[in-house]
C-alpha cells in the first residue's frame, strides 16, 4: 500500500508555470506506474500524465502535451508534474495517483491509489 500527499497548487498567471509535487510513503514506491490527473469544476476528472516505473517512458494527454512534463525519483518517493505556459483551461484540482499492474494507464479505475488532491488556478 502506499500513500501519496500532493502539494505545489496555487495561483499563477496564463503563461506561467507550476511545479507539483507528490510524496508516496513506503519502500516499494518504484512498483508503482505514476499519473496524474485533473477534475475542473463541473468537470469529470481527466488523464493528464503518467510514467513508468523506472521513467523510462512517459505520456500524455493531448491537451497539455508540450507544455507539461512528469518525471520521478524513486530514491526520494517523489513523483513531479512541471507544468509551463499554463493556461486557464488548466484550473483544476491536480490529483497523483498510483497502479500496481498494468504499463501505459489512462483511466481512473487502473489506479489503485490516489493523493488528496492541490489546487491549481490559472489566471487569463
Known amino acids: 500500500q502506499v500513500q501519496l500527499v500532493e502539494s505545489g497548487g496555487g495561483l499563477v498567471q496564463a503563461g506561467g508555470s507550476l511545479r507539483l509535487s507528490c510524496a508516496g510513503s513506503g519502500r516499494t514506491f518504484s512498483s508503482y506506474v505514476m499519473g496524474w490527473f485533473r477534475q475542473a469544476l463541473g468537470k469529470e476528472r481527466e488523464f493528464v500524465a503518467g510514467?513508468?516505473?523506472?521513467?523510462?517512458?512517459?505520456y500524455y494527454a493531448d491537451s497539455v502535451k508540450g507544455r507539461f512534463t512528469i518525471s520521478r525519483d524513486n530514491g526520494k518517493n517523489m513523483v513531479y508534474l512541471q507544468m509551463d505556459s499554463l493556461k486557464a483551461e488548466d484550473t483544476a484540482i491536480y490529483y497523483c495517483?498510483?497502479?500496481?499492474?498494468?504499463?501505459?494507464?489512462?483511466?481512473?479505475?487502473?489506479?489503485?491509489?490516489w493523493g488528496q488532491g492541490t489546487q491549481v488556478t490559472v489566471s487569463s
Open positions: 495517483a498510483a497502479a500496481r499492474r498494468g504499463t501505459y494507464l489512462e483511466t481512473q479505475r487502473e489506479y489503485d491509489y
Open positions: 510514467i513508468t516505473r523506472s521513467g523510462g517512458s512517459t
